[in-house]
């Protein structure tokens, strides 16, 4: 009898673990489905042109693709707009590079601020973030990153949108370059969580509490902005641009998110070292600081998306038909899931059947997220620590 009720047990597990699987590909099918894309617009159809302050961070960006994201951004149909960069007290030749671009540029445009050194209370982003819009005077506010390209309709584009549409902020995905094997094998993985988490349906809709912003691309009007506290808002927060998303749509304020890659794109991380060390130090933020929902959701994730494979093989190594079936057809259902995603952010399909592979890499960064946070040896990235125990402490929960 225990025998049977432990079959009945497996069975009924990998019943579930394929039903879930079923249930994943619908909602992302469905998500994807709602998903629009923001086309170039290349009408000038504005009465008045608000003058647009961009505010670019930029930490130890030499060896990236600085000069071609800031020349990018002055190359744009749309005239009326500012570029401040705040270069972040980067240690390489990240300020040579600004001076050389500043040079070249004969009118006032665009503007190098030298950051200081952040208070305690400050993380870095932030408070480059901060110091860059203490210097603005634009109507709008578009925050965005030293390794983004634009499209020369960006700026015509989102103002056009925006004004429009009567937006308060507005928040764009880019399109993702992936070069290496882990970047396309890891990266679809996180946007699929993303999609699970923060459809943009439900993040658009005023009336559902799901709340997005990504960091590459996000403008604010800056009553708006000012009217929720600024960056100093957000000022130990290492997800900013998802706090910032949260404090505008808690706030009733109109916010806006698209999927845009016609007009912007970016490599976000390059390899697998920068995997690991950006994603270490977003995930447990990502999980709100939460032991409990770190560790469950690990675990979740090792037990419906890890090991359905492994159980697989197992089950038909030693003759269960049953188990075997459905076991197997939670790893073809993942790998479907994947398809969706792959297709959608143009990645090689064949990646999607190493996706338990991609599952596990996310698991333990998360774990390693949650171990450095809370052992207070903190996270790094481009050499700069966080979270570490005699800085800036997380709300842990």
């Known amino acids: 009898m225990p025998e049977l009720s432990f079959t009945v047990f497996l069975n009924t597990l990998a019943a579930s673990i394929a039903a879930l699987w079923l249930t994943g590909f619908v909602w992302t099918w469905y998500c994807l489905r709602n998903q629009l894309s923001l086309k170039p617009d290349k009408n000038d159809n504005l009465e008045n042109e608000p003058f647009i302050s961009i505010l670019v961070p930029a ?27 705040l270069n972040d ?73 925006a004004e429009t549409n009567r937006l308060d902020a507005l928040t764009l995905i880019p399109k993702y370059i992936y070069a290496s094997f882990w970047e396309k094998l890891f990266m679809p993985v996180f946007g699929w969580f993303c999609v699970l988490a923060m459809p943009l349906h439900r993040v658009n809709n005023p009336n559902r509490k799901e709340f997005l912003g990504i960091g590459n691309f996000f ?12 960056f100093e808002s957000v000022k130990s927060e290492v997800g900013e641009d998802l706090k910032l998303a949260e404090i505008l749509k808690k706030s009733g304020f109109k916010l806006r998110i698209d999927y845009a890659p016609d007009l912007l794109e970016t490599r976000m991380y390059s390899g697998f070292r920068e995997i690991w060390e950006g994603f270490t130090k977003n995930l447990f933020a990502g999980m709100k600081f939460s032991p409990v929902k770190s560790v469950f959701g690990a675990i979740s994730i090792l037990l419906f998306g890890v090991l359905p494979v492994f159980f697989a093989f197992l089950a038909f190594a030693f003759g269960q038909t049953f188990l075997f079936i459905a076991f197997f057809t939670a790893y073809i259902l993942q790998v479907f899931v994947l398809v969706l995603i792959n297709r959608e952010w143009q990645v090689n399909l064949l990646y999607a059947f190493l996706t338990p592979i991609g599952l596990a890499l ?10 450095k946070v809370l052992s207070g040896e903190g996270v790094t990235w481009k050499g700069r620590a966080i979270y570490e125990k005699d800085g800036v402490r997380p709300p842990l929960k």
């Open 59 to 85: 930490r130890n960006e030499a060896d990236r693709i600085l000069e071609k994201s800031i020349g990018s951004m002055l190359e744009q149909t749309y005239k009326n707009f500012e570029i401040i960069v």
């Open 89 to 161: 007290r980067s240690t390489d030749n990240t300020k040579e590079i600004l001076k050389r671009l500043k040079f070249q540029i004969p009118d006032s445009k665009f503007q190098i601020v030298d950051g200081i050194e952040p208070h305690k209370t400050w993380l870095g982003k932030p408070h480059a973030l901060h110091q860059a819009f203490q210097k603005s005077s634009g109507e709008w506010i578009l925050s965005t990153d030293a390794d983004i390209v634009f499209a020369p309709e960006t700026l015509q584009t989102v103002v056009n949108y």
């Open 219 to 230: 403008m604010f009007r800056r009553e708006v902005l000012e009217k929720i506290g600024g």
């Open 362 to 371: 996310f698991a333990a960064i998360l774990m390693n997220s949650m171990v």
